[in-house]
């Protein structure tokens, strides 16, 4: 048969949380109620999330998770991070709830994606829709690149901060003559990021100020473009 739909069903400490949470993100509810248990609909165009509240739930043990492929990582990620800018003031970067950037995945072909923590602490994985733009896949070239790949792996996909980190860490405490300065403002930047999920704002701004410091041509300028975005976010962040 076709034209099946598949909505995952997802837990939470607090549906009313989760509805406040989303509609900052451009969802609405569809449907909700409290009895005989607390459960809620939410939906964004052809986007459909379902939630259950659970007593004592603690979103930090979460293991919650779903894919949502799109078409379009960055017009999705823009409006997000709008929704956010425009309830909360800036874009959620560490802590439950938090957003990643978007960036290319190597456990996934080279596709880019983000994700949404959100306050049930379920990782929403948002990934480019292989059909819909099949990329090919990305190889990164260069020390600086590989470490930042195998980083994202480790931190974006498994939830595994501190290996991350430590994959960062060695590579920024042994700079090359050959390395790429695009590269190092990405890993400092990256780097910067981590060190808010784990509560470090003072190597988050170290961090920061760092990546401002690398000399960069006007054409490498371009090329950090988006990193610069994603360290103007951590530092609004930082206050």
Known sequence: MTNE?????????????????YEVLGFRTTYSQRKPNPYVALQREDLHLHFF???????????????VLTSDIDGLHRAFAAGMRAAYGKVLVSGIP????PRARKNYDGLGG?????????????????TAAPPPA???????????????????????????????????????????????VEVLVYRAELAMVLSDPETAAEMLERAEHVALS??????????????????????
Do not use: H
């Open 53 to 67: 509240e659970m007593a004592g739930f603690q979103p930090d043990q979460s293991y919650g998770s779903c894919l």
């Open 98 to 101: 938090r957003m990643t950037r």
């Open 5 to 21: 739909v598949t909505v995952p069903l997802l837990p939470c400490g607090s549906v009313d949380d989760i509805a406040d949470f």
């Open 138 to 184: 990305a190889t990164p070239e260069g020390r600086l690149a590989k470490a930042l790949a195998n980083a994202v792996v480790q931190a974006d996909s498994r939830g595994d901060v501190a290996q991350a980190v430590r994959i960062l860490d060695s590579a920024l405490a042994r700079p090359q003559a050959d390395d790429d300065p695009v590269a190092r």
């Open 218 to 239: 006007a054409d490498e300028t371009v090329r950090a473009r988006s990193a610069f975005e994603a360290a103007a976010d951590l530092a609004a962040a930082l206050g």
């Open 114 to 130: 983000f994700s949404v923590i959100d306050p049930g602490g379920n990782w929403i994985r948002v990934v480019q829709n292989a």
